[in-house]
């Protein structure tokens, strides 16, 4: 008895050990009803999509992206780049504490609230705009150690797309995007249109019209 009840133990941490190597998963069940192609930015609020969202690496993303990163970050870990987030999912709530304090920065610099509103679009949006609030998008950045971004940025200016992702604000597009140049910016639209896009050097607006 005492030794059947060793072997199952070993077994168990066995399994246990073997699950830890391999982690993080890749999950099997997909929850969220949103289109990876879903279009949100200055005058496209998010829509009504159930967004069920799952964790990785301690931030939430939606559960149709992840895959797709687990694959990207294991792929830039062979390249010898850590893919560390920055930002991923946030809440109206979020956004709108996030766009409040850019506001308030220009507010305190003496603009009126009409400007200071303006200027704060420039680099945030209001909430029910941003495609953080769709968990399809992620920052990409090592806070910890900011002079390894530009390894990271440019490997997934090169390779992300492969995986499903693009740059979503490129320089150069301002005046389509209405979002200044932002490299560690990507965003999920799936695989296919990634690389239609990034091969096009096109963004998410363009491709949608072209559709
Ligand atoms: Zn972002």
Redesign the pocket.
């Known amino acids: 008895m005492k030794k059947i009840l060793s072997l199952i133990l070993i077994v168990l941490i066995l399994y246990c050990g073997i699950n830890l190597v391999l982690s993080p998963h890749k999950i099997s069940k997909i929850k969220s009803n949103i289109d990876p192609l879903t279009l949100v930015n200055y005058n496209h609020a998010l829509g009504d999509y159930k967004i069920n969202l799952v964790t990785f690496n301690g931030f939430k993303v939606c559960d149709i992206i992840y895959n797709d990163l687990v694959d990207m970050t294991n792929a830039a870990k062979k390249d010898g780049i850590t893919l560390k987030i920055n930002?991923s999912y946030r809440t109206a709530e979020d956004q709108r504490d996030m766009f409040d304090a850019k506001r308030q920065t220009y507010l305190n610099q003496g603009y009126s609230y009409e400007k200071a509103t303006y200027k704060a679009k420039e680099t945030a949006q209001l909430p029910g705009y941003?495609?953080?609030q769709t968990g399809l998008?992620?920052?990409f950045s090592n806070e910890g150690h900011p002079d390894d971004n530009q390894k990271i940025w440019q490997w997934l200016k090169e390779n992300s797309y492969k995986y499903g992702f693009i740059l979503?604000?490129p320089n150069g597009k301002e005046d389509i995007t209405k979002i200044t140049y932002?490299p560690?910016?990507?965003r999920y639209v799936g695989k296919k249109a990634a690389k239609e896009i990034t091969k096009q050097n096109i963004t998410l607006e363009e491709y949608l019209k072209g559709k």
């Open positions: 930002n941003s495609e953080h998008a992620i920052d979503r604000y932002e560690w910016h990507f």
